[in-house]
């Protein structure tokens, strides 16, 4: 198993690679400006729903603690709430993030160079 997942990393590499260089020569900016001029509003609002899901994640998680009164074993309650609390937080808080690096780069002043007649501008 540790074979074939080095190959798949080495692929995956190589791939990620090579594609780079040849997506900036066939116009994918284009494409991408068109998608972000096309869905903007709803990428707007699936970022702020990433982030504030994020948010009461984690102040649910806290809530919870809080209205218990109670000692808690932290043992315990990181084994069965806390990987996944953490992992759906990680998940959540990165869609956030990769949507608003993505309006960033397609807004004004942007890597992309998209005119900027969408985000609210």
Avoid: H
Wanted: net charge neutral; charged share 15%; hydrophobic share 50%.
């Amino acid at each position: 198993m540790k074979k074939l997942m080095k190959r798949l990393n080495f692929a995956i590499v190589g791939v990620m690679a090579s594609v780079s260089s040849s997506m900036a020569a066939s116009g994918a900016d284009d494409a991408l400006c068109m998608l972000a001029e096309k869905f903007s509003d709803i990428f707007e609002i699936i970022q702020t729903l990433a982030f504030v899901g994020a948010g009461i994640t984690i102040a649910g998680w806290a809530w919870g603690y809080i209205s218990g009164g109670k000692a808690i074993n932290p043992t315990d309650e990181v084994k069965n709430k806390g990987i996944p609390m953490l992992i759906g937080f990680i998940l959540l808080f990165g869609i956030g993030t990769v949507l608003s690096i993505f309006m960033t780069m397609t807004g004004e002043g942007g890597s992309m160079g998209c005119v900027p007649e969408f985000f609210g501008n």
